[in-house]
């Protein structure tokens, strides 16, 4: 990304660049390993069915 998207104005840019794709990353990204899904999808999906199994308890 660094090289990619540059020339930066400063560090600030930098910074906030790396913060847009970490999140994107983390949040956004279809992955093959998930049944392209994203990690938010997946993530959502777990809590879901934990919380359907803590409230049948």
């Known amino acids: 990304m660094i090289h990619l998207d540059g020339p930066w104005a400063g560090r600030d840019?930098?910074?906030a660049a790396t913060a847009d794709w970490v999140h994107w990353f983390n949040t956004?990204?279809?992955?093959?390993m998930l049944d392209y899904q994203t990690p938010a999808e997946i993530e959502a999906a777990h809590f879901a069915e934990n919380q359907t199994i803590a409230n049948a308890a």
């Open 13 to 15: 840019d930098v910074e």
């Open 28 to 32: 956004e990204r279809l992955h093959s």
